[in-house]
T-cell receptor, first 113, second 112 residues
């Protein structure tokens, strides 16, 4: 168990809908990262927050947004969903920045039908 | 931005043999290179990492080597076991930047 909790584990929704994925980082970790992993694909970096502030952005679509709350949990919002958004979404946390070990959650498997 | 290439994409070895996975990176300023193992249905987990001030690091059957001049680093697994079967990702990042760039992954199969 990495200590990072992601909910829900599975999500099935229709095209055009909006969903929210939730991540609780390890106790004390200030950085939260979101990644997208499509079938047989690598890990695509979406966005990173550090202590409530956005620190880095990857290839995150405009339909996607995220935030980190004062208690350090984070949410990834995906709207106007398309079939191609079906993927595993991982959250990871680390004590500080990118040059330290990241601890990954179990992921949320999103299926858009 | 940083680009990390990883080879091979799939690798099959007999139990007890060695496995080598190679990665190259493009940004010479990158100085942290972690390797993650992802088992089926789980999130990636760090297995070993190396920083640019070190050329090699070992942890039991796992070792990582780094060639800064050539901008490539490799994962070596010796005496492979069936439980080593998984997808392995290399990654690169640099001090002061928050983005970690991952390779495309290597699916390792260890045949008993």
């Amino acid at each position: 168990d990495s200590g990072v909790t992601q909910t829900p584990k599975h999500l099935i929704t229709a095209t055009g809908q909006r969903v929210t994925l939730r991540c609780s980082p390890r106790s004390g970790d200030l950085s939260v990262y979101w990644y997208q992993q499509s079938l047989d694909q690598g890990l695509q970096f979406l966005i990173q927050y550090y202590n409530g502030e956005e620190r880095a952005k990857g290839n995150i679509l405009e339909r996607f947004s995220a935030q980190q709350f004062p208690d350090l949990h984070s949410e990834l919002n995906l709207s106007s969903l398309e079939l191609g958004d079906s993927a595993l979404y991982f959250c990871a946390s680390s004590p500080q920045g990118a040059n330290t070990e990241a601890f990954f959650g179990q992921g949320t498997r999103l299926t858009v039908v | 931005g940083e680009n990390v290439e990883q080879h091979p994409s799939t690798l099959s070895v007999q139990e007890g043999d060695s496995a080598v996975i190679k990665c190259t990176y493009s940004d010479s300023a990158s100085n942290y290179f972690p390797w993650y193992k992802q088992e089926l249905g789980k999130g990636p987990q760090l297995i070993i990492d190396i920083r640019s001030n070190v050329g090699e690091k070992k942890d039991q059957r796992i070792a990582v080597t780094l060639n800064k001049t050539a901008k490539h680093f490799s994962l070596h697994i010796t005496e492979t076991q069936p439980e080593d079967s998984a997808v392995y990702f290399c990654a690169a990042s640099k001090e002061g930047y928050q983005k970690v760039t991952f390779g495309t992954g290597t699916k390792l199969q260890v045949i008993p």
